[in-house]
Structure formats: C-alpha cells, structure tokens
C-alpha cells in the first residue's frame, strides 16, 4: 500500500509543476483582461494549481500549521465558487445557443440578401 501512496504523492508533484507553470506563463503572456473566458480561465487554473500547490507542500511540512490549515481553508473554498461559475458559462452560452437556433427556425433569412 505504500507503493501506491508514493505514487499518488508523485503524480500530485508531477501534476503541481505544469498546473503553476501554466498560469504563471498565462498571466504574463496572454491578454487574458480582454477577453470574456480569460479571468474565468485564470481563476480555474489559478484554483487547481493552488490545490495542488498545498496538497503538494502538505506532504512535506507545514501540515498541521494553524497558518496552513486557514490558507487551505481559504484555497479549497475557492473550488466550488469556480467551478459554479464554469457551470453558469456553460448554461449561459447553451441556452444562448439555443435561443439562436429557435430564432432562426422560426424566423430564416429572406433570400436574395
């Protein structure tokens, strides 16, 4: 059963780096204010690599710190309010989509223009 601890611990190591490197990079490099998706995709991110980032220092040190156990408090609450919002852009844009399809149904362009 350790065997399998150290691997789960591993794959979180191996998972932290590439979630941070991502929305550090994304933060710097993408003009992520200008575009309707971009703050949505940054505080996922943001969110995952956290979680990740203490479960990752928990491991290690810190994880009955009175300090630690309030930030993780604070970074896992984080957790649902994004993913609430990634399931309001998604009934959003899906009924969007839909009202587009019945207006169209109902209402097709006029030919010739």
Do not use: C, D
Request: glycine letters at 4%; aromatic letters at 12%.
């Amino acid at each position: 059963m350790s065997e399998l601890r150290w691997v789960g611990s591993l794959l979180i190591h191996l998972s932290m780096l590439p979630a941070v490197a991502f929305v550090v990079i994304y933060a710097v490099l993408v003009r992520w204010r200008q575009t309707r998706l971009g703050p949505f995709v940054l505080a996922l991110t943001s969110t995952l690599a956290a979680v990740l980032l203490l479960t990752s220092i928990g491991q290690f040190a810190f994880r009955m710190a009175p300090w630690f156990l309030i930030l993780r408090l604070v970074v896992f609450a984080a957790v649902p309010v994004v993913l609430y919002w990634q399931l309001w852009i998604l009934i959003r844009t899906q009924v969007g989509v839909r009202r587009l399809r019945l207006s169209r149904k109902h209402n097709p362009p006029e030919e010739g223009l």
